[in-house]
């Protein structure tokens, strides 16, 4: 085959729901237009209630990819509709999507000529609520499609330590660890994976990455959207678990990590492991939990909920290079903007003979790493003002990261991860020991929830977390 992926049967869990509509079929119409996807496929969306006929599915298909990716070739995105087609499914009756999956694979071996049933494989995107996983997976079990599958589980993985470790038993009556895979779509972001090239590619950085150099870092995700109709997600999910125990820990993994030699599944997710470990579980006294004015008027919201759409954490990670470096984590929705800022601060040289032209304390020199579709670096330092005095003003180096490369070739998240399930390749997924330690570290918070305090939409969080950095946070208080 040219692409050398074996043929795939595509199972599509949820497949009439938003994530499939904005990410999934649009990542797999661009792997298609790339000619990434393999030689021979077919695509069985599944889910409790059918939208209809498989035409009427595939207009829906249609729809969404007019919508999210806009000018289409039309000869590729036929053929990628003419392999799709829905069957319904649930926990109690998998009868008819285990029937239609062998239907697709002994079409997919009419097609292939020289291919054996042990060369398909099966792609099950399971993008259901963490309540729901053990009947998913028995009734997966039930009807023999475990066998040469590769499972992707979206989060949250389990809703605290306790649920995480019964959905990993869960999983591994069915499954074995090598065929799951953990889903986290900022790993599949090109800019997050620059943060591990930034850092061990450049002598610049790598050698002031550590404890001496370096007084604290903040990774701030800004969101300016509200909840958006997703008021039943938050209800039972809230911030914590859909933002900060999964994406804001992911960024924090990749910035403190050790050098892990290699850029492969085992030397990633042991470099991240080692650091979780060094983490030390978090102090409720030292998180913020905020709402924003508004969030309790949303559809399938309680009136008087608690539910927070707010976190700012401060966060220690006890190794040699962090040790008494703080980490403050950041995200909300409807903030004053929205953003993917990493910022590092560095430790002031203390040479107070060098000082502004006013007289005052110099601003910290920091390095501002912008994780936004193209990536950008600012590095903020100090330099003599053109004059008779010694006397210092700002300055601001300013690199991008993606411009004209040639050759180069970005994927978006969904499109690279979904690559990477069909090539077995795990790397940019999350191990079951990493979700297991960040539930720890999390689990004192869950246990001793912070008050949930409110805040005015389009603002930067509640009072009491804009002061919880020494300095302040770098976003709102720097444009």
Not at 343 to 357: A, N
Request: net charge negative.
């Amino acid at each position: 085959m040219s692409n050398e992926l074996p043929p795939h049967v595509l199972v599509l869990f949820g497949a009439t729901g938003d994530l499939a509509a904005r990410k999934l079929f649009p990542g797999l119409y661009r792997l298609a237009a790339a000619g990434r996807l393999p030689d021979h496929f077919a695509v069985i969306g599944s889910g409790r209630h059918s939208p209809g006929s498989d035409e009427e599915f595939r207009t829906h298909v249609r729809d969404a990819l007019t919508e999210f990716v806009g000018d289409l070739d039309t000869a590729v995105a036929e053929r990628l509709l003419e392999r799709i087609r829905f069957v319904a499914s649930s926990a109690d009756d998998g009868r008819a999507l285990g029937e239609a999956v062998r239907e697709a694979e002994d079409q997919l071996l009419a097609e292939c000529g020289g291919c054996l049933l042990g060369d398909v494989r099966r792609l099950l995107y399971l993008s259901v609520p963490p309540g729901a996983v053990k009947g998913m997976v028995g009734m997966l079990d039930r009807e023999d499609l475990v066998t040469r599958s590769r499972l992707v589980a979206e989060k949250p993985f389990g809703t605290d330590l306790a649920t995480a470790r019964e959905l990993q038993a869960v999983l591994g009556t069915a499954f074995a660890d090598d065929q799951v895979f953990r889903i986290d779509h900022f790993l599949g972001k090109e800019a997050v994976q620059n943060i591990l090239a930034l850092r061990f590619a450049n002598g610049l950085f790598e050698p002031a990455w550590n404890r001496h150099s370096i007084e604290s870092v903040q990774i701030d995700v800004p969101e300016k959207l509200t909840v958006e109709g997703r008021g039943s997600f938050y209800e039972g999910t809230g911030c914590l678990r859909d933002m900060v125990t999964t994406h804001l820990a992911q960024l924090l993994g990749f910035v403190a990590l050790e050098d892990p030699h290699a850029f492969r599944a085992s030397a990633i997710r042991a470099a991240k492991t080692a650091t979780f470990s060094a983490v030390r579980p978090i102090d409720p006294e030292r998180v913020v939990f905020g709402q924003y004015d508004g969030y309790r008027s949303e559809p399938d919201v309680a009136e008087d909920s608690t539910v927070e759409t707010f976190v700012a954490a401060e966060v220690w990670i006890d190794n040699d290079r962090w040790r008494d470096v703080p980490f403050y984590l950041r995200t909300g929705k409807a903030m004053a903007d929205g953003r993917r800022t990493i910022t590092v601060r560095f430790r002031d040289p203390r040479h107070r003979w060098l000082k502004p032209e006013d007289g005052g304390v110099p601003e910290p020199n920091e390095l501002v790493i912008e994780l936004a579709d193209q990536p950008r670096v600012a590095i903020d330092v100090r330099a003599k003002r053109p004059g008779p005095d010694m006397a210092l003003v700002e300055g601001v180096f300013r690199l991008d990261l993606v411009c004209d490369v040639p050759g180069a070739d970005p994927l978006e998240a969904y499109e690279r991860l979904l690559l990477d399930v069909m090539r077995g390749d795990r790397t940019l997924f999350i191990s079951a020991e990493e979700v297991d330690r960040l539930w720890e570290i999390f689990q004192p918070v869950l246990d001793r929830r912070p008050p949930t305090q409110t805040y005015a939409a389009g603002t930067w969080g509640p009072a009491a977390a804009l002061d919880l950095p020494i300095g302040g946070w770098r976003l709102g208080n720097h444009s």
